[in-house]
């Protein structure tokens, strides 16, 4: 049983945007914020960004900043990505998770162990 799902993965070349799409089962997404998080070819899981379960409160890694934009959904159950002017280095695995407690005012990205539901991953592939 999956709960949360990603999409919207691709090749794109350098300079293009791609849009993720985080679904999540509702029974599990209300009530709690939502992080991206990206796995690069041999390098340690980063933490891009994170959003609220409000959506007023949202957090970015220095690398995401300015480029990435997170946003949701409350009526599709769906947390978005918005990945602008992309880079060879943005190459990596794209998973969204589940924060671990309810009602957060606020969000980080420092540890994974504060997200337990975790999606399979979707492909982003920056190459030209």
């Known amino acids: 049983q999956l709960h949360l799902v990603e999409s919207g993965g691709g090749l794109v070349q350098p300079g293009g945007s791609l849009r993720l799409s985080c679904t999540v089962s509702?029974?599990?997404?209300?009530?709690?914020?939502i992080g991206w998080f990206r796995q690069a070819p041999g390098k340690e899981r980063e933490g891009l960004s994170c959003i609220t379960f409000s959506g007023r409160t949202t957090n970015y890694a220095p690398s995401a900043k300015g480029r990435f934009t997170i946003s949701r959904d409350a009526a599709k159950n769906t947390v978005y990505l918005q990945m602008n002017s992309l880079e060879p280095d943005d190459t990596g695995i794209y998973y969204c998770a589940r924060r671990v407690r309810r009602y957060e005012v606020g969000c980080d990205l420092d540890a994974a162990r504060r997200y337990d539901y975790w999606g399979q991953g979707t492909q982003v592939t920056v190459s030209s």
């Open positions: 509702e029974y599990i997404l209300d009530g709690y914020g």
